[in-house]
């Protein structure tokens, strides 16, 4: 060693700090990468996005030659910085050498090389790729060794040894995935697919019209009374009944009568002839799972029944596209029937509309795991039937009871909490 010069010694050392550079930033750079992101850089033919995944594919080999090519040139580095303090300064100023040393590491081989690998991991990774698998072929006897005997310690506490690096997200974590996009995504868009993920949290009743609010035709009605309200019906789809809406004959597709009754053929007989066979769904069903079934049994419309089989309310393909892209009209006064402003900032809405068509429209929070109509949400909270005049807050949200008939509120004044932000319901209702 004596005979070597210093600076030789000094550039070995300097290369060496960089080599343990190289090794502490791939180590960050490799387990800092997205493997999802991986893995569609891979899909469009990305070479760098190849090779790192090959190397995740056994993460103890990966581990194993970088941990082993880190610690060996610093142990190295130390020897020669020793070697260097000795020839020098002389073994006094040994520890303070190690000292020196220890914290250039710290500082030029690890802090620096990390915090750029976890901030700029690609940009590392993809290069250190081409190097890394040829330390390990030229290593692979001792990287295999090290291996075995880490694995075999792992097995002794019990760990599972996976070498499957595909993980699954949860919906919650593809909703803060979502939520994390940024400018990457449209708020519009991010907004649909956090409905999307929201369908399974929802049910047909949620959303359905209720039964006392079906509009249909009555088969026993006078054939001039239907083909005056079908000329004036604004919807596509009826349900055709014989008295009583658990009566149900078919489904009917107003369009597909205008011609019959321009050529004056419109009878009872012509109306059950076109109708279609009516499509029942059980109370419950998830908003995702019956988006499917309409897709897959091509149908638009469905009956929802309960246990006993009657009828609950009426659910559209429309109801459910409407929960992940929202309202199909922009104006707030034609997004909601029932629901207009008033002039002193308060809104004056109909009791029997449904809590999520108005959280939705109105970006209000209400509460939705109870009664899907505002009638029965005030209604449940009192645990009675109010009078006209009847105030309460809920929710954080002050509402005035305007009009109740036959034991149902028809409309109620709501002014909501400064900024729209829902709070715990507070106060006692008072008439």
């Known amino acids: 060693m004596e005979t070597i010069p210093l600076s030789f010694l000094l550039t070995a050392l300097i290369l060496l700090i960089l080599l343990s550079a190289f090794f502490s930033a791939s180590e960050t750079a490799m387990m800092r990468l997205s493997r999802h992101r991986l893995r569609h850089l891979h899909n469009q033919g990305h ?82 790729s081409l190097i890394i698998p040829l330390l390990l072929r030229l290593c692979y006897p001792l990287v295999w060794i090290i291996n075995m005997i880490a694995n075999g310690l792992l097995r002794l506490f019990g760990m599972p040894l996976s070498r499957q690096t595909t993980q699954s997200l949860s919906s919650e974590e593809l909703r803060m995935v979502v939520n994390e996009a940024g400018s990457l995504i449209p708020r519009s868009h991010q907004k649909m697919l956090l409905n999307i993920l929201d369908l399974e949290k929802a049910r047909v009743d949620d959303i359905m019209i209720p039964r006392n609010e ?72 998830e908003l995702n799972t019956q988006l499917i079934n309409f897709q897959q049994g091509r149908r638009r419309t469905a009956l929802v029944v309960d246990e006993y089989g009657d009828i609950e309310g009426l659910v ?57 109509t505002l009638s029965g949400l005030i209604i449940e909270y009192l645990e009675a039937i109010p009078q006209p005049g009847t105030s309460l807050r809920l929710s954080g949200y002050t509402m005035e009871v305007k009009q109740v008939t036959n034991n149902l509120i028809r409309s109620v004044r709501i002014v909501p909490p400064e900024g729209g932000k829902n709070k715990h319901s507070s106060a006692t209702a008072q008439s």
């Not at 090779?51 to 880190?70: A, F, K, M, S």
């Not at 707030?332 to 004056?348: C, E, K, P, Q, V």
């Open 214 to 285: 079906i509009t249909g035709i009555n088969l026993n009605d006078d054939i001039d009374a239907i083909s005056s309200f079908l000329e004036h019906c604004p919807y596509t789809r009826l349900p055709l009944y014989s008295d009583d809406i658990n009566d149900v004959v078919g489904v009917l597709h107003v369009r597909g009568l205008l011609r019959v009754m321009h050529e004056g053929a419109l009878t009872h007989a012509r109306l059950r002839e076109v109708a279609e066979e009516p499509y029942f769904i059980p109370q419950g069903t």
């Open 47 to 128: 070479a760098g996005a190849r090779r790192v995944l090959q190397l995740l594919e056994r993460p103890d080999r990966l581990i194993g030659i970088i941990l082993l090519g880190n610690n060996f040139v610093n142990i190295l580095a130390s020897s020669i910085t020793t070697i260097i303090a000795l020839r020098t300064w002389g073994e006094s100023w040994v520890a303070a050498a190690a000292g020196l040393l220890t914290m250039v590491i710290l500082v030029f081989a690890e802090v620096t090389p990390k915090t750029a690998a976890a901030l700029h991991p690609e940009r590392i990774a993809f290069p250190a």
């Open 316 to 372: 559209t393909l429309e109801d459910i596209l409407e929960e992940i892209i929202g309202e199909f009209t922009t104006d707030i006064a034609t997004r909601i029937s029932g629901a207009r402003t008033l002039n002193d900032g308060s809104h004056l809405v109909d009791g029997s509309i449904n809590i999520r068509t108005l959280n939705r429209t109105m970006s209000w929070q209400l509460p939705v795991d109870g009664p899907k």
